[in-house]
């Protein structure tokens, strides 16, 4: 099989890289790609979101498996696209994709079908939202959300009042999100700790797919401002077996199956970001992809064929099917370039990559190569991942190799993890 990767961040890599590891694979190539993905095979130059080009590279490349990787082409309809062109795509079609694309549809499907998640209201204009937040309700404690994408940044955490009559402001009235924050949801502030799980969905079943926890502050000990996410780790105490199951049972499950009935059947990677209450797991938000970093972190435990998994949910015959998971733990470090997750300066050399251990995964994000050097492109560059029969030696391994690492202005967060191997409660 050809298979190709729709995506350039370390979470394509990570998929590049378990779809290169099937039997069944001859060739992956990546769109766009990066430097790390076109270790793998071919980069496809075309723009993700620019759908004719994409599915007419697809075509013209003979590819038999497209895996689409990142929410705003997922959003856009490039399944869809693929699919009318002939090539079987993996991924929710853009009307399933929008479990996460709109906020607002997103809260009233998990209203009407009894999902547990936090109470909310939501705005197409300004004034009201204001007068609601004037209100005090759920005794002040909000969170105020773009209803579209907004590059993971679109969720923002009240601590007064104030602040979320600013982001009222910032979303509806400054447009800093464009489109995507003209209507708000805004809702109760729960508070726990957060997991992230995922399933392998075909339209009518779910089958589990591993839980992560994500580290999206950029500095230790979840200080300064939300990125992308700098870290994760896999398997975490919060998401047990049970834990896991109850999940799929109350939340998955009845989403999949409330997806099919309303003619939106999902098959891809469902991504339920959970926040654990103490009356139990909440949804946060549900995503249409596979989280990254938690990708990174999740597919290197894999040892089920990942190919066979997404060929079984094309022809919607997951019922019964059961993953092989390697023994052990991952740690997954991302490095970051200065500034993020602001401005960042592109085209520093990234040096170091020569002496990373063969038993550790370096996952690229925004890189190229420029005469012969690996060079950073963006703001989160790497993806050390590093694996071992418990957290503590994954996150050693991890961490000794990303001092073997350099660019200039390298930022990374030293403390992925430590909240499972110290707290009682991680
Ligand atoms: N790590 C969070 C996300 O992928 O949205």
Redesign the pocket.
Known sequence: MKVMVVGGGAREHALAWSAARSPRVTTVVTAPGNAGTATLGANVAVDPLDLPTLAGAAVGEGIDLAIVGPDDPLAAGAVDALSEKGVPAFGPTRLAAQIESSKVWSKEFMQRHGIPTAPFRHFDDPRPAHRFVDSRPWDGRLVVKADGLAR?KGAIVCDTLDAAHEAVEALMEQGVFGAAGRRVVIEQRLEGPEA?LFALCDGETAVAMGAAR?HKRIADGDRGPNT??MGAYSPTRLVTGTVMEAVMERTIRPAIAAMGAAGRPFTGFLFANLLFTASGPYVLEF?ARF????AQAILPLLESDLIELIGLALDRRLAGTALRWRAGASCAVCLASAGYPEAVRDGVPVTGLEHVEPDVLVFHAGTARQNGATITRGGRILTVVGLGPGLAEARRKAYDNVERIHFHGMQYRRDIGDRELTAATP
């Open positions: 993971g992230s994500d992308g996410g995503n989280g990254d970093p938690e």
